[in-house]
């Protein structure tokens, strides 16, 4: 063996400890999850295990009612004597009746836990990804969330329906199956036990393999789910830039990896099957060639081996169980590894212990404030000081990838500053309760987002408790009034999904509605004009005059026509304010980035 060849081997070990150790971490942090939701069920499941085992124990007489009637009741029949027969017949048909209002019982009852279970499980995935921070859902597709939700949340409920029923029938008719084949004859059910030797090496072996091709297949079908929803939502784009193929064979390829994922999966499945039914068809032909033999010389008699069959039978057919059992559960198990990683994540914009209530006013401050995305990435904004005073409007003007988003999104508290602190009112906004920030610090962009509903949900959301009559003044506030009133049923035209019966502008037009409607102390518009015509644009340019008055606002936009009614601009380059006068002040001096911007603004007017 070469030196490479040694280092190579030990890379791989280290490689194979690192993988050991991450899964023991997702096998513990499922446990621990499951654990929680299965806590507040305790007294329904032990009710539930009750009834399987009645269940178990009555369809466990059946056999032994058989041998009696052989070896006993027909041999008294023939001599006049039927009681000991009908006994057994009366015997046998309550023990059916039984076992099947056991069993109807039990299904019912562990359906019922089952469906609270993924009830709780579901509630709290939505709760949890809704209130982690922006930054989980810009790294964190939501296709990926909608596979946790969908085929994760299916993988679950699939084991929790069937598998734990198959699950616990399969081990109590193993634990009295195997008791009573060792009470019926000892040298038969020790040749039935010896079966058990290979049956636990394939077991090994299947949770590991099994394991593994799940967990393949959880990531492989996330993959498949992001790109439907990322071509059904950029489907505009796809068919106007001729993007069909292209995306078809990125299809092509993650559907070709969960076809494989899943083959790998099911013959794992089938390759345990057939070993488990191969190593029981091997012991019951044993079991019956050296019973018969002892039948004939009279050391065992025909009722016990008859019995003795058909409970072995029995004691098989839970293993072929065990073989879909153990199938589902590492399907679910997969499933569980992803979901609690999901809600393991913590929101990086966290709520105060002890939140600071916000006075009234609306002054901004960043003092030092210094911001990356990332411990890894660069630093976007180097450290600057920067005071906005109540009542002012700035707008924020620089290229593209300048910054100025990120300064509106460090205002809105949808991040935290990497360094420094951003104030309103004096106060830090890590120190106030996100409840009351979002009542002080509206943001509207231009995805200017639509919920499915009316006109006028869509508006109030900005307040729920308002009236029609405060809905109304804060459509005709931004001139949405007229447009809205001549919808087929006024405010209570029903937007359809993100807002498709209305077009880009009126779109805008609703959330700036919105916004006006909460009544916040500081107003953030991040390119919140840019969706609107020249009509449209001229009826929120008045509209803006008059809403923010008396309000703060920082406003980034492209279009020289809003940022002419700020009071102040800021002019950003490279994550740093380069320029900041009054809009008359920087075109006056006639140089500089924002007079060559007005500029040019002019020449296209002429």
Known sequence: MTQDDAWRGVAAEEVQELNSAVGAKLQARSRKLLGSLIR?????AGAALALVVLQNLSSLVGPLLIAAAIDSGIPSAIRGDTSTLAWCIGGYAFSAIANSGLLMAFQRLAARISQDVLLDLRQRLFRHVQRLSLSFHESYTSGKVISRLTADMESIGKLLEDGLDNLLNAVLSLAFIGTLLLILDVPLALIVMAGFIPLVLMLRWFRATSGRAYRATRGAIAKVIVQFVETMNGIRAVQAFRRERRNESIMDVENASYRDSNYTATSAVATFAASVRFIGNVSLAVVLGIGA???????????????????????????????QVANSYASASAALEKISGVLEEEPTVVEPAHPKPLPPGGTIEFNQVEFRYGPETPVVLPKFDLTIPAGQTVALVGATGA?????????????????????LSGVDLRDTADEDLRTKVVMVTQENFLFSGS?????ALGKPSATRGEIESAAAAVGAHEFIAALPDGYD?????????????????VAFARAFLADPSVLVLDEATSSLDVPGERAVQAALETVLTDRTAVIIAHRLSTVLIADRVLVVDGGRIVEDGSPADLVAEGRGEFAALHQAWLESLA
């Open 293 to 323: 033999w002892r039948v004939t010389g009279g050391s065992m008699e025909l009722g016990v081996l008859t019995a003795f069959t058909l409970y072995l039978r029995r004691f098989y057919d839970p293993l072929d169980e065990l073989a």
């Open 40 to 44: 507040p069920h305790l007294w329904p």
């Open 493 to 509: 035209t029903d937007v359809r999904k993100r807002g498709g019966r209305l077009s880009a502008g009126q779109r805008q037009l």
């Open 455 to 459: 006109v006028a949900d869509n508006i």
């Open 403 to 423: 910054g100025k988003s990120t300064i509106a999104k460090l205002v809105a508290r949808f991040y935290d500053p990497t360094a420094g602190s951003v104030r």
